[in-house]
């Protein structure tokens, strides 16, 4: 059977959109924010340099001189210092010496550095939290002093931080829209089809091909299911194709073993019947010499008690060997007879009023259960008798303590169909298949001469019709006759 995972194929979707959208944010977070960062120190420097070169323009030529600021200066460093990210300001003269300061006193080799080089310059302090600014007093080309701004950078910090926070939220609220909406129009466009695609293989896979899928569309998957529908209506058409074969192979088979059944069947029988013609020849002229000699010695010894039974049991067991000769020869050579017209209900009742009459059916239940209205029958009567009697007796003889003898009789299209069915101990199958050779019985010795069935077998052919046997140990045994009906071509 197909392993199914359900939610196999949406969560590997899923997980890789998810690891493609997690990489994607990671490099948009890190460039937005690089690009924000750029542009918000940009703009903090241009603001740095705009509130430095105002301040600049305010210091006079003699500012080292000065102990105080003048008051346009101070005005502009009040202005300066109301920003709200002013940080501090200090301002030395060449010298080094320190002559302005708001909210920072302590000097750095770049204030130095900016009277040499001349020109204005930024740079982030080490803590990361300023923004310090660099600019030469009076005329770059021959300073007075140098000045230095810091600006804070915790605002520009705060708003990278609520930019950070709001793009981490559109991120989840993105993720998370992914993981159900995604989740969901996968499982409907997707995977719903392909599990419905699956079922349909395992029934396949269990021999049902009248379960086509149905899919609209015109995608992929929908072109798979239709040509999947097309793969199981082949399939199917081919599955009928073979079972048709393998009906005929068998029906085939079963009439080539029932034809060499019936072709070893003639050959023995006929290989038999002149085994059989040759002894009853050989054995029947010195048993009539027996029998005759016989019959003088009865007369001229009846005196002689003692040697007139031996004279007896002489007589009655040539008067055996004379008998199977006789099934011999009516094995061997069975006559054509005379046809005639028999109503089989008043010949089963005749049959078994001779037979109840002599004594054969005692201890038996007999159920005469013909069906109505059969047709008649044009055979020799005697040899149907024969076939008969050999069947009840050997019925009979099946149930010793006795049982249930049951003749029914249907009608099938140019036959009449015989059942004789006793309650006995019925036949294991080996038994079964040798029941119709001659000389096979499971009576004592000296009870049976096994010709009686076989006999009766080759009877049956002579009329064109056929007998069979079916039968299981302890559920008794049902011969089967089929006679040819009055004017069948049969």
């Known amino acids: 059977m197909i392993s199914r ?24 977070s890190i460039i937005s924010f690089k690009t924000a960062e750029k542009d918000l120190l940009s703009q903090k420097i241009a603001h740095a340099s705009t509130l430095l070169t105002m301040l600049l323009a305010t210091i006079p030529d003699d500012f080292a001189a000065s102990r105080e600021p003048g008051a346009q200066l101070q005005r502009a460093i009040d202005a300066i210092a109301a920003d709200r990210d002013f940080a501090g ?9 320190v002559a302005f300061a708001r909210g920072d006193s302590l000097s750095d080799p770049r204030l130095a550095a900016t009277m040499q080089g001349g020109g204005e310059v930024s740079a982030i302090s080490d803590s990361g939290q300023l923004l310090l600014t660099y600019a030469p007093v009076g005329n770059p080309s021959s300073p007075l002093g140098a000045a230095r701004l810091s600006l804070s950078l915790g605002d520009l910090q705060a708003r990278l931080v609520r930019s950070r926070t709001l793009f981490l939220g559109y991120f989840i609220l993105d ?8 989740g969901y129009m996968l499982r ?3 995977v719903a089809p392909l599990e419905r695609l699956l079922a349909a293989t395992e029934r ?3 021999g049902d091909y009248g379960h086509p899928v149905a899919i609209r569309g015109r995608g992929e998957i929908a ?11 082949t399939l199917r058409v081919r599955q009928e194709e073979v079972e048709k074969y393998v009906r005929s192979l068998e029906e085939a088979n079963l009439a080539l073993q029932e034809a060499r059944q019936e072709a070893i069947r003639s050959e023995k029988m006929a290989s038999i019947g002149l085994l059989a013609a040759g002894m009853a020849h050989e054995i029947g002229t010195p048993l009539a010499a027996i029998i005759g000699y016989n019959g003088v010695l009865v007369d001229e010894l009846a005196a002689d008690p003692e ?26 050579r069975p006559g054509k007879g005379e046809a005639e017209t028999i109503h089989l209900q008043e010949f089963i009742d005749d049959l078994l009023a001779m037979l109840g009459g002599q004594g054969v059916l005692k201890r038996l239940t007999v159920t005469n259960d013909l069906a109505q209205d059969l047709p008649p029958l044009y055979l020799d009567r005697h040899k149907l008798m024969q076939v008969l009697v050999n069947l009840i007796i050997n019925a009979r003889d099946a149930m010793p303590q006795g049982g249930e003898l049951n003749l029914t009789a249907t009608t099938e299209p140019g036959w009449v169909v015989l059942c004789v069915t006793d309650s006995g101990a019925g036949m294991a199958p080996e038994v079964m298949e040798k029941v119709f050779e001659p000389f096979f019985t499971t009576k004592e010795p000296g009870k049976g001469t096994g010709l009686g069935l076989a006999i009766s077998a080759r009877l049956m052919d002579s009329f064109g019709g056929s007998i069979g046997v079916e039968s299981e140990p302890g559920k008794g045994t049902r011969f089967t006759v089929r006679l040819p009906v009055k004017g069948s071509e049969k």
């Open 307 to 332: 040697k007139s039974d031996y004279l007896r049991r002489i007589a009655r067991e040539a008067e055996r060997i004379d008998r199977l000769v006789r099934e011999l020869l009516d094995y061997a």
């Open 5 to 28: 995972d359900r939610l196999g194929l949406t969560s590997a979707i899923l997980a890789s959109l998810a690891s493609l959208l997690l990489l994607t944010w990671l490099l948009l």
């Open 204 to 206: 396949i896979i269990a």
């Open 89 to 97: 300001l200090l301002i030395i003269s060449t010298d080094g010496r």
């Open 223 to 233: 072109g798979l299911a239709r040509s999947f529908n097309a793969m199981q209506s």
């Open 175 to 182: 993720f998370v829209l992914l993981l159900f909406l995604g």
């Open 188 to 190: 409907r466009i997707v």
